[in-house]
């Protein structure tokens, strides 16, 4: 495996379901991230987490609740969600080594689509 | 005002021809611009990297960086039915800081 892997790639789930989003990446890196597409909004960050603490919540309901056992792995446990938390959840990595000539670009995984109905 | 703006498009360019695609940003210290690329259904592709006011060329991609008046471009050179997408501008801020992005500008390429 390469990358980042996100599973499962659809989900779709009751409202007063429990479900997890994995993610694993195989880069390295020391940061991973959750973000939120909706249609027609911009890529909305979540969750942050650097070396393995997680340093930024972007005011995120208490129904999404993020783990990040060590750097490879984040997850996203999710409970008694709402329709409009339907949308494409991603996953990316990032190395931040302090040096803004690095390249910062964000690996992202495939997204996890979900549905709640 | 939003941290970072795009037109939404759809940004329509005949084969062959030059795509330009702008983005504006609010914030003075941002400091790193990226482009992605996000076909539908798929997840994005970092395309370009810059952090220097200028221009850098990789491929048939050029970004453009002016700080002074803050905004970042993006030109796709000989466009291609494959170059269809979104495109979406991110920044950020500083060292270790947050990927913000912005709407994401609509690409079509007509044969």
């Known amino acids: 495996e390469t990358g980042v892997t996100q599973t499962p790639r659809h989900l779709v789930m009751g409202m007063t379901n429990k479900k997890s989003l994995k993610c694993e990446q195989h880069l390295g890196h020391n940061a991973m991230y959750w973000y939120k597409q909706s249609a027609k909004k911009p890529l909305e960050l979540m969750f942050v987490y650097s070396l393995e603490e997680r340093v930024e919540n972007n005011s995120v309901p208490s129904r999404f609740s993020p783990e990040c056992p060590n750097s490879s792995h984040l997850f996203l446990h999710l409970h008694t969600l709402q329709p409009e938390d339907s949308a494409l959840y991603l996953c990316a990595s990032s190395q931040d080594t302090g040096d803004l000539r690095s390249n910062y670009g964000y690996t992202f995984g495939s997204g996890t689509r979900l549905t709640v109905v | 005002q939003k941290e970072v703006e795009q037109n939404s498009g759809p940004l329509s360019v005949p084969e062959g021809a030059i795509a330009s695609l702008n983005c504006t940003y609010s914030d003075r210290g941002s400091q790193s611009f990226f482009w992605y690329r996000q076909y539908s259904g798929k997840s994005p592709e970092l395309i370009m990297f810059i952090y220097s006011n200028g221009d850098k060329e990789d491929g048939r991609f050029t970004a453009q960086l002016n700080k002074a008046s803050q905004y970042v471009s993006l030109l796709i050179r000989d466009s291609q039915p494959s170059d269809s997408a979104t495109y979406l501008c991110?920044?950020?801020?500083?060292?270790?800081?947050?990927?913000?992005f912005g709407g994401g500008t609509r690409v079509l390429v007509k044969p």
């Open positions: 991110a920044v950020i801020k500083a060292a270790g800081n947050k990927l913000t």
